[in-house]
């Protein structure tokens, strides 16, 4: 059977499935209803976009506080006093004069001078990166400012970032890098490349003399970490892990006796002290000297080399690496991994307030790490993000309790419960696309986690629950959904936002209040017609069998069956992975199962 008219009836016969049931009668047919957003709505129709943030190349994005509240108006820090003993920081966000000139390239050198007039009480917090991720470093920069930190520095691998930022207000500095500006991809050459400019950085920063907090750019703040750092004067480092069963139920230190998992250097804070300067320069001279050891593999090989005993009864801190080194591992419920945040909630919980969220532990490479912030609502977008060309098409899958919480979580479970949603996402998508609108995905349920190697369902002493709203990248691959695949192959894009997108208060009220009911009617009766003309104010009527499904039936499907991921793995078998299936429902007596010859192992396409 075709995708395209199983998709269309499948919704028409699914009464159940959506957010708000119409019952209507159209020529004996029982139709489901759908929400269709920005029907419309455009800038020129409404100035309300403008009156809320104006355009990102002037300004910066909207004032968010907190990591989760948002404002509607700009909140641009002013210059202040600082305390005693410190500088007076120079207003961020404020953009130099639209007459002036572009300072020469020198100017921007890393300093200890240029370090001194951002350091606060003898602290500086440094990001750092290339053109490809702007929009990470000004959603950095931004949570910072909006939580009254501004003694920050972000680094530019690449003289295009370089000038994007001063325009912006943002202080920047020349790493001399010469970098790509396109996304490098995670494990690349060019990628551990940067993984050496960080050690390169600690190395050059530390002797100006000054405490380092130093970030990734795929991590936000949600919180000011400084006075909780500042807890623990007598630590050379404090370095953020990769743990996921919890070592502690309070805001204190990990508990590094039961720390098991690597020491994540995506958050990590350096004092200038003697035995932390030692271990920087000789992980420089290791990764320097073999370019195959990734960045933070060698800071655990040198950290690692002693741990413990702790120094004293009640910090948390150990002696590391040389036998003078004091360590502290920071605590993974609230400065999270992306598994202890967005898999496990452990800061919800366990009643905690979040400092820091890192993206780690995800899939889909940079694009599934923007998805899980927009999820997550912490990522800054353009206005024009929230107006998609078309409107927005959003519906609500009703789950059966029974295939959310009956019987045991194991494989079997998992996967009818992903291929009922599954199912119900290819209708919507099938009706976003003739509809030419972007689909708000649903939430996503999954009964079992999704990791890179063999696993039980949930690990051992996580607090992972069961069921639990999984990131969309645990199913669908994130990128293939975004990316510009050819047309000719795989017919118009489809474009998507995240299960978040009409709670976000960043979204013009506008957009929420301008929508219709979509309802399913019978081909060739009155006002039944593939288009985005409305019938009646507040109604849209489509056909369930449009002939614009005859048309892009193959294209469709092809797309479809690339949207899907892998589910891993299995326990003692290789391989342990089990490919999602978007059209498991054409196969009778189709099961999860891994590959069990070579030739199997592939995609279903």
Same mark, same amino acid.
């Given at each position: 059977m075709g995708g395209w008219r199983n998709a269309v009836q499948e919704a028409a016969a699914s009464k159940p499935l959506f957010l708000t049931i119409y019952t209507t009668i159209i020529v004996g047919i029982v139709a489901t209803s759908f929400y269709v957003f920005s029907a419309i709505y455009s800038p020129s129709a409404s100035t309300s976009t403008q009156s809320i943030s104006t355009s990102w190349l002037s300004s910066p994005p909207l004032s968010q506080n907190g990591g989760s509240n948002f404002s509607n108006n700009i909140s641009l820090p002013t210059d202040k006093a600082s305390q005693p003993g410190s500088n007076q920081l120079k207003t961020i966000w404020q953009a130099p004069p639209s007459n002036s000139k572009m300072p020469p390239l020198e100017s921007f050198?890393?300093?200890?001078?240029?370090?001194?007039?951002?350091?606060?009480?003898?602290?500086?917090?440094?990001?750092?990166?290339?053109?490809?991720?702007?929009?990470?470093?000004?959603?950095?920069?931004? &949570?910072?400012t909006d939580l009254d930190v501004s003694n920050l520095l972000v680094g530019a691998m690449d003289t295009k970032l370089l000038e994007a930022l001063y325009w912006k207000g943002v202080p920047v500095f020349d790493m001399g890098s010469h970098m790509s500006t396109i996304d490098v991809g995670w494990g690349s050459p060019t990628f551990h490349k940067m993984g050496r400019e960080k050690v390169l950085l600690i190395n050059a920063i530390l002797p100006f003399g000054y405490e380092l907090l130093m970030c990734d750019t795929d991590m936000v703040w949600l919180k000011d970490p400084l006075p909780y750092l500042a807890q623990y004067p007598d630590a050379d480092i404090l370095t953020s892990s990769d743990q996921v069963v919890p070592t502690v139920v309070d805001d204190r230190l990990a508990d590094w006796k039961q720390v098991g998992a690597a020491y994540n250097i995506g958050i990590f804070h350096w004092r200038p002290t003697e035995p932390a300067i030692k271990l920087a320069k000789e992980w420089k001279d290791m990764?320097?000297?073999?370019? =195959?050891?990734?960045?933070?593999?060698?800071?655990?090989?040198? $950290?690692?080399?002693?741990?413990g005993p702790a120094i004293d009864d009640d910090s948390g801190l150990f002696y590391a690496f040389d036998g003078t080194l004091k360590l502290g591992?920071? !605590?993974?419920?609230?400065?999270?991994?992306?598994?202890?945040?967005? /898999?496990?909630?452990?800061?919800?919980?366990?009643?905690?307030?979040?400092?820091?969220?890192?993206?780690?532990?995800?899939?889909?490479?940079?694009?599934? =790490?923007? &998805?899980?912030?927009?999820?997550?609502?912490?990522?800054?977008?353009?206005?024009?993000?929230?107006?998609? !060309?078309?409107?927005?098409?959003?519906f609500k899958p009703s789950?059966? =309790?029974?295939?959310?919480?009956?019987?045991? &979580?194991?494989?079997?479970? &998992?996967?009818?419960?992903?291929?009922?949603?599954?199912?119900?996402?290819?209708? $919507?998508?099938?009706?976003?696309?003739?509809?030419?609108?972007?689909?708000v995905m649903p939430p996503l349920w999954c009964r079992l986690d999704r990791l890179w190697f063999s696993h039980p369902g949930v690990l051992e002493g996580s607090m992972t629950r069961q069921p639990f709203l999984c990131p969309l990248d645990h199913v669908f691959? /994130?990128? /293939?959904?975004?990316?510009?695949?050819?047309?000719?192959?795989?017919?118009?894009?489809?474009?998507?936002?995240?299960?978040?997108?009409?709670?976000? !208060?960043?979204? !013009?009220?506008? /957009?929420?209040?301008?929508?219709?009911d979509v309802q399913l009617c019978q081909e060739g009766t009155e006002d039944c017609h593939a288009s985005s003309n409305t019938s009646r104010p507040g109604l849209l009527r489509f056909p369930k069998n449009s002939t614009e499904e005859m048309t892009r039936e193959e294209k469709f499907r092809n797309r479809m069956k690339r949207y899907v991921g892998i589910w891993c793995c299995v326990e003692n078998h290789t391989p342990g992975h089990i490919y999602y299936d978007m059209y498991w429902d054409e196969k009778p007596g189709w099961k999860p199962a891994p590959p069990q010859t070579p030739e199997e192992d592939h995609p279903p396409f």
């Open positions: 050198k890393l300093t200890k001078e240029l370090v001194g007039e951002r350091a606060k009480d003898n602290v500086i917090i440094v990001t750092f990166g290339n053109f490809a991720f702007m929009d990470f470093i000004l959603t950095w920069v931004k &949570h910072l990764l320097l000297a073999d370019d =195959k050891i990734w960045d933070q593999n060698g800071f655990n090989e040198l $950290a690692r080399k002693q741990t591992i920071l !605590p993974e419920s609230i400065f999270c991994s992306g598994h202890t945040y967005f /898999v496990q909630a452990m800061y919800e919980q366990l009643r905690l307030e979040p400092y820091a969220l890192h993206t780690t532990f995800q899939y889909g490479g940079t694009e599934g =790490k923007r &998805h899980r912030l927009r999820e997550a609502m912490v990522f800054y977008d353009p206005p024009e993000y929230y107006d998609a !060309p078309g409107g927005f098409l959003s789950i059966p =309790k029974s295939l959310l919480l009956d019987g045991e &979580h194991n494989l079997e479970s &998992h996967f009818s419960l992903i291929n009922y949603q599954m199912k119900q996402i290819r209708s $919507a998508l099938a009706i976003a696309s003739l509809l030419n609108r972007t689909l691959e /994130v990128n /293939v959904m975004l990316k510009d695949l050819p047309q000719e192959e795989f017919g118009p894009a489809i474009n998507i936002r995240e299960y978040s997108f009409l709670n976000n !208060p960043l979204l !013009p009220q506008q /957009v929420k209040e301008s929508w219709l």
